[in-house]
Antibody, heavy 119, light 107 residues
């Protein structure tokens, strides 16, 4: 059974930093593209970032480019999202998601971790 | 950036009725479109990929159609567990984008 377990969320002040982690199990992590998708309270889904299975390619939404960095450690089956220069509008539940085959559709999701940016 | 516009925003229907949800893209996404279902307090679930293919374990009452800029998700006969929010999503171009969602509620 595929499991994705996010951690690292919490309350942070504007301008601060957080690192989210997502530990994967139940599949061969190194074979799959992975992503972070967020959802602000009461709002819709917003794609944040994607990383290729071998980490040789990364992609970002314009809203986070230059502030967030996605990475992965295939030896630890772990996906990361380093978030710097956080803004109030980054407040959201952040989901880790597993790609479907080699495609950037998201077939498995974690339970999400809440990031709150507030003074 | 490709903008996905979903309509209607809210769909009020009764059990057993047919639901038709629309997603329109601001430019062609070919068939690189998916649909997700999200219930309150839960993560999204992939229903349809590449416009018309059901994901593993998805009941046959869910079907997708369309290509280019106009797509439809149809639920042939609503079951109690189908009342939820539905999102379309394109992977044709970076940045990936989602539609704003359609809420299917009980009438």
């Amino acid at each position: 059974e595929v499991q994705l377990l996010e951690s690292g969320g919490g309350l942070v002040q504007p301008g601060g930093s957080l690192r989210l982690s997502c530990v994967a199990s139940g599949f061969t992590f190194s074979n799959y593209v992975m992503a972070w998708v967020r959802q602000a309270p009461g709002k819709g889904l917003e794609w944040v970032s994607t990383i290729a299975h071998s980490a040789d390619s990364t992609y970002y939404a314009d809203s986070v480019k230059g502030r967030f960095t996605i990475s992965r450690d295939n030896s630890k089956n772990t996906l990361y999202l380093q978030m710097n220069s956080l803004r109030v509008e980054d407040t959201a539940v952040y989901y880790c998601a597993k790609g479907f085959e080699s495609r950037s559709y998201w077939e498995s999701w974690g339970q999400g971790t809440l990031v709150t940016v507030s003074s | 950036e490709i903008v996905l516009t979903q309509s209607p925003v809210t769909l009020s229907l009764s059990l057993g009725e047919r639901a038709t949800l629309s997603c329109r893209a601001s430019q062609s996404v070919s068939s690189f479109l998916a649909w997700y279902q999200q219930k309150p307090g839960q993560a999204p679930r992939l229903l349809i990929y590449d416009a018309s293919n059901r994901a593993t374990g998805i009941p046959a009452r869910f079907s997708g159609s369309g290509s280019g800029t106009d797509f439809t998700l149809t639920i042939s006969s609503l079951e109690p567990e189908d009342f939820a929010v539905y999102y379309c999503h394109q992977r044709s171009n970076w940045p990936l984008t989602f539609g704003g969602g359609t809420k299917v509620e009980i009438k």
